[in-house]
């Protein structure tokens, strides 16, 4: 009798050492430099390595078809995103590959981000700290910072979510232990799906209602474009907007305009329509806008979370289950009734 072949797990995304160990355990593993071109693994050189591959786990390499072609024994990928852009997701459920995914990997880290803009927004953080830089401080006037940079508290302020979703639901608990108040919209939530925590409302009344508005709807066809002109004037001119989330739900012309014209108080934004930001972009221009170069997924705990969820389906997959995080499920239907 045949002993059963290990299979090989070929990882090309950053990775947890400890997790990469622990997998294996169960698997022959290869793991590679991760790339930051985003480009094909058919083009990165390792045509030995994806010809016997069994599971690829990837963040930026592609797997497109020209990859499945060089993978034959290929049975599972992991796109260690909550969405698995990079991944031909028909191509592999043409061959009967699954595809998980690893949502919610930087929920934590973004919420923290996202909380961060709404202090330094609020606070004038950003706008001090520049002001301090430049020597503006002097001792003619030691008290001027007192009065240039008047700031609002939080507690007892209404903070208006959209999206409550994973990230919107962290940013929610770091609300409540502020003291705020928390209008949330979110249409697929019913009003009372945070009970006491939180309102889910409409749009209009969040925008209408809130001290600070921050946005963590996905980005689809419905929310492109969801704050412009007519959302942002709804919003009161002593209000504040931060978008840690995605950058096209917000019409940055729209933006732009009411930021200049004092319509909004100000702005915290980590996401941007032109990534890099042009250096004569109008809102570098703009003192009440706090601005950070899409931070919010960078941090180590990001690469330890979509470890930990990308071994923990791996492991559902191997055993024969269905991973929660499975992106084409028909291929494990199919698989059942083989």
Known sequence: MTAPTTPRLLVTAPFDTARAESLGEHFAVDVVQPSLDGGSLAERGIDDLLATATVIVTELDVVDAATLDRAPELRAVVSCRANPVNVDVAACTERGIAVLTTPARNAEVTADLAFTLILMTVRHAGEAERW?????????DVFEPYSRFRGIQL??????????????????RRARAFGMDVLVYDPFL??????DEATVTTLDEVLSRSDVVTVHVPLAESTIGLLGDRELRLMRPDAYLVNAGRAAVVEEDALVAALQEGRLAGAGLDVFWTEPVPADHPLLALDNVTLTPHIGGASDDVVAEHSRIAADGLLTWLEGGRPATIANP???AASARA
């Open 132 to 140: 301090l830089r430049s020597g503006a401080w002097t001792p003619d």
């Open 155 to 172: 507690a007892g302020r209404t903070l208006g979510i959209l999206g409550g979703g994973a990230i919107g639901r962290r940013v929610l």
């Open 190 to 195: 019913a009003a009372d799906a945070f009970g």
């Open 330 to 332: 028909d291929v494990l």
